[in-house]
């Protein structure tokens, strides 16, 4: 069953703040975050493990909770290049051999 | 330093053909999974192979199926095609377990 991301798109205009969430249904090990351009391949953002913690680069940061099998991205002051299709990727098995992607949020940064 | 690498970028093939995928991933490492996508769907696993065995297998019927070589490059091949598996085949490849895949452009098929 796939994780469901919300929400489906947002448009912000540069230097704004987004947040996307992404819930399981299943006990997960691990989250994995990335972004896609429109005909390009996706790209890794970032992992967050079970027991770790909040992980984040430059005004990209994202958030693990165990408890609730949710995870959420924060973007921060947001710039046109963040403009895509931002998915979770999850792991129920424990090896992250398999990763059951989310729906995705399109997100645009506008002027 | 190069990255996955697959071909061909676009396919067209009839109805009840088969079609064979190839990705070659970034040097050293020696997972490569595929996932196909679609518009409906989005992202759907379809197999892991790590050192040449399948480690894991998505939902999908039989006639889609792939192997790794003693290189770690990987194959996927679909028989009988139908219009349904007209999608994005995307390949990742990564050093290991619980690291991060790298994507390659994808193979864009269409089954007419």
């Known amino acids: 069953q796939q994780p469901v991301q919300s929400p489906q798109a947002v448009i912000l205009r540069e230097g704004e703040d987004a947040v996307i969430n992404c819930s399981s249904s299943?006990?997960?090990?691990?989250v994995h975050w990335y972004r896609q351009k429109h005909g390009e391949a996706p790209v890794f953002l970032m992992i967050?493990?079970?027991?770790?913690e909040q992980k984040g680069h430059e005004k990209i940061s994202a958030s693990f909770n165990e408890k609730k099998q949710q995870s959420s991205l924060y973007l921060t002051a947001s710039q046109l290049s963040y403009s895509g299709t931002y998915f979770c990727?999850?792991?129920?098995?424990?090896?992250?051999?398999?990763?059951?992607f989310g729906t995705g949020t399109r997100l645009q940064v506008t002027l | 330093k190069a990255g996955v690498t697959q071909t061909p970028r676009y396919l067209i093939k009839t109805r009840g053909q088969q079609v064979t995928l190839s990705c070659s991933p970034i040097?050293?490492?020696?997972?490569v999974s595929w996932y196909q996508q679609t518009p409906g769907q989005g992202l759907q696993f379809l197999f892991e192979?790590?050192?040449?065995?399948?480690?894991n297998k998505g939902n999908f019927p039989g006639r889609f199926s792939g192997r790794q070589f003693s290189n770690s490059r990987s194959e996927m091949n679909v028989s009988t095609l139908e219009l349904g598996d007209s999608a994005l085949y995307l390949c990742?490849?990564?050093?290991?377990?619980?690291?991060?895949?790298?994507f390659g452009s994808g193979t864009r098929l269409t089954v007419v």
């Open positions: 990727g999850t792991d129920d098995t424990g090896t992250a051999s398999k990763l059951t």
């Open positions: 299943k006990a997960l090990y691990s």
């Open positions: 990742a490849s990564s050093l290991g377990t619980g690291v991060s895949y790298t």
């Open positions: 967050l493990l079970k027991g770790g």
């Open positions: 192979y790590f050192s040449e065995t399948q480690r």
């Open positions: 040097s050293g490492h020696r997972s």
